[in-house]
């Protein structure tokens, strides 16, 4: 069985994250000028309850499927059996879903049909998902090349067809069209690793309850990542929505580096104890922590320093709103870094459901009451507020859920790089009083904070980290005080 290294599939998966998100990166200015903040916004809502439907089409299967796959590949037979029940599974739940989205299109909602008729494709591409397969198998490959060939299509289809607002259908086209196509090539090559067969529906229906039980985390996720975008729908306008939905689009490219690495490790740490390897998926997962926490402090603290040059420049000044929120959504990072490496590497592969399922429902409701206070108030900031006020409870949640000690050396490390991250941004912030709003001046201000951060972290790998280990040791004092009463 066909498999690549943990290195080799961390750069599959990071560039399998960043073309999900790229061609909307670079595709951001050009549709910011051409279908505005009201087009951008009409895209987005409606794209997330299309979203939800292909949610609920696919269950926890994802993260399922792919930790299932990983425990029986080295066994053919088992593997074609598993697959099997799995994926008959996967393709009732869509067809079921796909027949509850035409009900709705017909009867529920009266505007923007043709968007939302074209925006059946990327629910009916969950018939053929097998994402979840190769990932299993750690065969990341096969993924990102139709990704990157679908991606290049649909980047050069906007550029050519996409010219002025009434275009918005054509957007959609190209997206959902390339969502659907992009799926072909996972089942034409299937042959080569699985064959279909056949199975007892007792074995299919089993299914349902532990996907189901993996969804609940899912949904509850998604009411912090998408659910805010359908509110600000609800609650303002689809201006207010692209507004936020652009500044989330930055947030997102930086998102997926760290969920390349949920996604590389979580097969991998299942695998590791599965076979009675405790001790090194532990250190997987420390490794995890540092490397997220080296990036996210790049991340966090260049957008704060750069977003006011970096919105006018990229997006115009029609998104100057765009600034305040992603700011807002920028230390966000942080949180989804640690909370992935938790997830994915700890509690998932150790079966612990519940304690997942908990944090990611309490974040929810968190994140729904904030957004009925804020958003008809302050609007995508408001809504800002409420996804990091998730992201915040549904991590303390899992630390306390877990084993202190060992995850408290990984946050104690991870503060070298947050004192880099400040003085980086210090020094941009200084920098930028001197440059004027232009692609020149934000490449100056890249280019200086990119160097600044490197060589503090090269001064703080040859430093001993005492100041650390006294931090540590300090924070250790605390919580069990904190237990203990």
Request: aromatic share 12%; proline share 2%; charged share 15%.
């Amino acid at each position: 069985m066909r498999k690549g290294n943990a290195k080799s599939n961390y750069i599959y998966s990071v560039a399998y994250q960043m073309l999900t998100v790229l061609t909307p990166l670079l595709t951001a200015p050009y549709l910011a000028r051409v279908i505005g903040a009201d087009g951008v916004g009409i895209y987005s809502y409606f794209n997330n309850i299309a979203t939800y439907f292909a949610m609920f089409a696919m269950l926890g299967l994802t993260n399922y499927g792919n930790r299932y796959i990983a425990r029986v590949r080295d066994n053919q037979s088992e593997l074609n059996y598993i697959f099997s029940s799995i994926y008959y599974m996967q393709v009732v739940l869509g067809v079921i879903v796909s027949i509850f989205y035409i009900l709705y299109t017909l009867f529920l909602v009266q505007n923007n049909q043709i968007v939302r008729w074209i925006l059946f494709l990327p629910v009916l591409s969950t018939l053929i998902n097998l994402t979840w397969f190769y990932w299993g198998l750690e065969d990341f490959s096969i993924t990102v090349t139709r990704s990157i060939v679908i991606k290049l299509i649909t980047l050069v289809s906007i550029f050519t067809f996409v010219k002025e607002k009434e275009d918005i259908w054509k957007y959609c086209l190209i997206l959902s069209a390339g969502t659907f196509i992009g799926n072909i090539p996972l089942v034409l090559l299937l042959r080569q690793y699985v064959r279909l067969v056949r199975v007892d529906y007792r074995d299919i229906i089993k299914h349902i309850k532990p996907n189901l039980v993996l969804f609940i985390p899912i949904l509850s996720v998604s009411v912090y990542r998408t659910m805010d975008k359908m509110m600000l729908g609800w609650l303002s306008t689809y201006s207010d929505v692209g507004y936020y939905e652009n500044a989330d689009k930055i947030i997102n490219i930086c998102l997926g580096f760290i969920n390349a690495l949920g996604q590389v490790m979580l097969p991998k740490s299942a695998n590791l104890i599965a076979n009675g390897k405790i001790e090194e998926s532990n250190r997987l997962i420390v490794k995890s922590f540092n490397f997220s926490s080296l990036f996210c402090a790049a991340m966090v603290f260049g957008i704060i320093g750069v977003a006011d040059v970096f919105v006018p420049v990229f997006f115009g000044m029609e998104f100057l709103t765009t600034i305040w929120i992603m700011q807002l959504l920028a230390p966000n990072l942080f949180l989804l870094a640690w909370g992935n490496v938790l997830k994915t590497q700890l509690l998932m592969p150790r079966g612990r459901d519940k304690t997942y399922i908990t944090a990611t429902l309490a974040g929810a409701i968190v994140n729904v009451i904030i957004n009925l206070l804020l958003i008809p108030s302050l609007k995508g900031v408001g809504a800002a507020i409420g996804t990091i006020s998730a992201e915040l409870i549904s991590l303390l949640y899992i630390l306390c859920a877990v084993k202190l000690d060992f995850c408290l050396k990984s946050v104690s490390t991870s503060l070298k790089y947050i004192l880099s991250g400040l003085i980086m941004m210090v020094i941009i912030l200084v920098v930028k009083k001197s440059v004027t709003i232009s692609i020149r001046g934000l490449i100056i201000l890249v280019i200086i904070g990119a160097l600044v951060y490197i060589v503090e972290c090269i001064i703080m790998m040859l430093m001993k980290d005492r100041l650390l280990l006294e931090i540590e040791g300090i924070l250790r004092k605390i919580i069990r005080r904190i237990m203990r009463s």
